[in-house]
């Protein structure tokens, strides 16, 4: 986590390498109670706009949240938190997760759809935003 602008709005962070395996026999149990961990996480922190940059570099297939599970996330998320977003940055983002978004565009909204914003490479991430408070793993740097 980190943060931007005069107003000190969050910048949230999130790494796949870091999500659990998909052969885990706990794995839906595990996913759902991280993801209302990250959205009570973001109810306490969100108070202004804010951006989630999502690193996807060093992501095995089977670490990748699922169609289902992504979609279920969406539906879940408070609209003042959807509409507080100002962007979801996509770092080294795979074909994979470009189909997944392309499938899934048609039953999200523009307005969301719009503020995706694919990066490809960490010196264009440090372009967009300030990085000195942004934490990058280093599986993810090399």
């Known amino acids: 986590t980190g943060y931007y602008g005069d107003g000190l709005n969050a910048i949230i ?15 839906n149990y595990v996913m759902e109670n991280l993801f209302l961990y990250v959205i009570s996480t973001l109810e306490l922190m969100v108070a202004e706009d804010y951006m989630i940059v999502y690193l996807n570099g060093a992501t095995p297939r089977r670490r990748m949240p699922g169609l289902g599970w992504m979609k279920k ?31 899934t565009r048609p039953f999200i909204s523009s307005k969301f759809s719009s503020k995706i914003q ?18 990058i793993p280093e599986s993810i740097v090399k």
């Open 13 to 27: 962070v999130f790494a796949a390498c870091f999500l659990p395996d998909s052969s885990r026999t706990d794995y």
């Open 73 to 103: 996330c969406y539906q879940m998320i408070d609209r003042r938190l959807r509409k507080n977003l100002k962007s979801f940055i996509i770092v080294h983002p795979s074909w994979f997760i470009r189909t997944i978004l392309a499938l």
């Open 118 to 135: 694919y990066v490809g490479t960490l010196a264009e991430l440090r372009e967009m935003i300030p990085m000195e408070y942004v934490h």
